[in-house]
Each structure stands twice: as structure tokens, then as C-alpha cells.
């Protein structure tokens, strides 16, 4: 799971009003080479929540992205775009769960792929 | 169309290891499948600017679809509710990412991220209540509501459905309208009972300002069915764009319904040849108080 993905993703249990940002558990991590394509990204970056985005990415152990939300006029240099790039297309987790904040509920992740189906009571 | 999946099993059950890897290696079905979802990115007209969005792929299955909007560049996440077709897709490296999810329950995505939506053939298998727990009504309101939600304004979200009955396309088109969606049912080639396609166009409010390109053409239906020219006999179109109706207050006034009310239905009745009670002096009259 890219973590482009784990910043739109929340957790819909009834009753959790804040379902965002699912927390991360690690076991394993990969990474993927993609296109790197600057258009998207900075389509993208209107759209993320960085502070998810920093947090998730430090903890799948990647520490390069400045820690408060950069001017809009970062997006021009080049350097962070790599890094932007990195942290939302290439890292993925693949194996480990993702927590729901409110409930501690977990969502495991294998192969890449989060079960995110709910149980019958959490409708 | 003689076998519908949809009446056999419960779809995590029914598209089991054997089904899945038959649907997906399928010659056949590959071809249909692209064929449906470039279609459905042509109706999503997104703006032609190159820049690649964020899709969402909904009833994903095995990547067929996504592969078409990795083709045109696209980022695009999956949802499915049957491990054994995503398992397929990690085989074919389906470039998107995954998730193992049920469309009824909700989608559970941020407000106001995704540039679009697709679905080839997946919606209808909402109408099915599979489980005790499964109320069609509210599996379709729960996925259409949460979809609204995480549309960015103006997106689109376009789905190619296979809706059984009239009824069944009904309930599906009612759900999107009161999510707060406008739009309708584009029908591709319908004189042919054979390549007869369904596609559900839908739109979330107004085209949104962040998407950065003159946006004149796409606001209507008509300008996107237009563009089609070689292959279409006939494009129908059905909108209903009227979003802000007042339905409560339509229904019934304080009174009831009143006496000509009911020798009307009465009427309608014995013309379908039902047994009915004859009118006299005491139809639709009140009962007393105390009675």
C-alpha cells in the first residue's frame, strides 16, 4: 500500500467521528520505482495532509520530509519533489495493519493489501 | 445475457481462486473489459491537459480496468470485495494500489480527494442481499453517500452497471440522486440486445475550480455523448438534474387522502380485474370519534 493511499484512507467504524490518520504498524516495508512525474504531484500536494504524510512516512523509517506543511512554492525546486515523490509512490507497506485511531481497531495489511472490511457491528 | 453471476453467490464467494483466474485469463473478457472502461474514461472527461489524476476503481477485481487507466497514466486506487481477484491482480502487477473492501459498507475515504470514479460492472451486486445483515437500500445509500463525500467538486464518477430489472436500475439511479449526484444513464447501442452498455454518468456539484482547465464542454450530458461519432446508432440520455426537490412535501396534505382519491385507486383496481367492494354512501366516509 503506497502511502499516497494511506492519506486518503480513514477508518468508517460507526460512531468514530475522526477515523484519520490510521495509524501504522510496520513489519515490512518495499520499495517500488515509479514514474516520476511532476504534474501529479503537484496536483497532489493541494490534496494530502502532510502532517499524515510526514508521519506515516517517518514511520516507515523515511525521515527526509520536513516536519511543518512547506510553502506552496516548494513545490518548484526539484529536490523536494524527489523526496515528496518518494514518500507517496514508492515506499509501500506491505506487510503490517493499520490501527484506527479512536477504536485501536486493527486493519492488518498483507501483500500490500489492507483488509479494510468491518464486521457486521461496526456498520 | 442468460447467467447472471449476481443470482448465483455472494460476490467474495462466488469470484473464488478457480472463478477469478477463469474470469481474468478469459481472451474474451479482457477485451470487453477494456473496451468498457475506456468508455468510461471518455465519459469521465477529465480535463485533457496530461496531467494524471487520482482514480478510484470501484469493484476492481483483477486490474482489468485499472490497466486501461494506468495506460492513460492515471494513478488509480482499487477496491474489491473478493481477495481471490485482488491476489490475481498483485500477479498481473496491477500498477494501483489495492484494498480489500465492501462498497456497501462505505468507502471511508477523505472528503474531496479523488478526481473521479469508475466501476465496470459492479454496482449491480448491491441490489443483492446476501447476508440477514444486507439491506440493498442502505448498502447503495451508505455507498453513494460515502463516494459524494470523497469526490473532489466537479468530478465525475462513471459506472457501467447491468441492472437486472427496470426496477433495479431505479433504485440504483434514486440512491445517486439523493446522495446529492446529478446526472443519468447513458445507453450505448440500444437497439442491440447483445452490446447493449449501461453507464450510470454522475456529477458532484458544480465543475470544480481546482482542475485548472476551460471547462465550457463538460457540464452537460449531451456535450460528452456528442463527441462520440463512428460506432454509436443512437445515444439516449436521461437527466435528472433537479437535486433540490422538496420530497416530503409533495406526498400528502394534512387531510388524507379523500374520497375521490380513493374511488380512483378503487377503479384502477377493477380495471386490473381485482375483486373490489362496490361504491356506495359509506366509501372513504370517516369512522366516528369514538369508535
Redesign the interface.
Known amino acids: 500500500m503506497k502511502l499516497l493511499t494511506h492519506n486518503m484512507l480513514s477508518s468508517n467504524i460507526k460512531g468514530v467521528t475522526n477515523g484519520f490518520p490510521l495509524l501504522i504498524e510496520v513489519e515490512k516495508v518495499i520499495e517500488k520505482p515509479v514514474d516520476f512525474n511532476p504534474d501529479f504531484l503537484k496536483n497532489m500536494f493541494l490534496k494530502v495532509d502532510w502532517k499524515a504524510l510526514v508521519d506515516a512516512s517517518r514511520s516507515l523509517g523515511y525521515a527526509e520530509l520536513p516536519e511543518e506543511t512547506p510553502e506552496s512554492s516548494a513545490i518548484d525546486s526539484d529536490d523536494f519533489l524527489r523526496k515528496f515523490h518518494h514518500a507517496l509512490l514508492e515506499l509501500h507497506l506491505e506487510e503490517g495493519a493499520l490501527v484506527c485511531p479512536e477504536t485501536e481497531r486493527k486493519f492488518p495489511v498483507t501483500k500490500g493489501i489492507p483488509n479494510m472490511l468491518l464486521h457486521e457491528d461496526e456498520v | 445475457m442468460s447467467s447472471r453471476p449476481e443470482l448465483k453467490a455472494p460476490p467474495e464467494i462466488f469470484y473464488d481462486d478457480v472463478e477469478a483466474r477463469k474470469y481474468t485469463y478469459s481472451s474474451r473478457i479482457i477485451e470487453i473489459q477494456a473496451k468498457l472502461s475506456e468508455r468510461a474514461l471518455e465519459l469521465l472527461a477529465l480535463p485533457n491537459d496530461?496531467?494524471?489524476?487520482?482514480l478510484l476503481d470501484i469493484g476492481c477485481g483483477s486490474g482489468l480496468s485499472g490497466e486501461t487507466l494506468s495506460e492513460n497514466?492515471h494513478?488509480w486506487?482499487g477496491?474489491d470485495?473478493s481477495?481471490s481477484m485482488?491476489?490475481i491482480a498483485?500477479e498481473r502487477e496491477a500498477e494501483g494500489?489495492?484494498?480489500?473492501?465492501?462498497m456497501g459498507?462505505?468507502?471511508?475515504?477523505?472528503s474531496?480527494?479523488?478526481?473521479g470514479a469508475i466501476s465496470i460492472s459492479a454496482v449491480q451486486w448491491l441490489c443483492n442481499a446476501d447476508?440477514s445483515?444486507h439491506e440493498p437500500r442502505l448498502r447503495l445509500k451508505?455507498f453513494f453517500g460515502?463516494l459524494y463525500r470523497?469526490l473532489a467538486r466537479g468530478a465525475r464518477a462513471v459506472f457501467q452497471v447491468y441492472p437486472e430489472s427496470l426496477a433495479q436500475r431505479e433504485l440504483i439511479l434514486s440512491s445517486a440522486m439523493r446522495a446529492g449526484f446529478a446526472g443519468g444513464v447513458v445507453v450505448d447501442y440500444p437497439h442491440s440486445s447483445k452490446s447493449r452498455k449501461e453507464y450510470l454518468v454522475l456529477t458532484c456539484g458544480p465543475p470544480s475550480i481546482?482542475t485548472e482547465l476551460p471547462k465550457a464542454k463538460l457540464e452537460d450530458e449531451e456535450s460528452c455523448s456528442d463527441d462520440e461519432s463512428s460506432g454509436e446508432e443512437e445515444n439516449q440520455t436521461v437527466c435528472i438534474a433537479d437535486r433540490h426537490r422538496p420530497r416530503k412535501k409533495q406526498k400528502t396534505t394534512k387531510k388524507g387522502k379523500g374520497r375521490e382519491w380513493v374511488l380512483k385507486k378503487k377503479e384502477q383496481m377493477r380495471r386490473k380485474g381485482n375483486a373490489v367492494p362496490l361504491d356506495t354512501r359509506y366509501t372513504a366516509r370517516k369512522r366516528k370519534a369514538r369508535f
Open positions: 496530461g496531467v494524471p489524476r487520482l497514466g494513478q486506487i477496491l470485495i481477495l485482488l491476489d498483485l494500489d489495492l484494498l480489500l473492501k465492501d459498507q462505505g468507502l471511508g475515504l477523505r474531496g480527494v479523488i478526481d447476508k445483515s451508505a460515502s470523497c481546482n
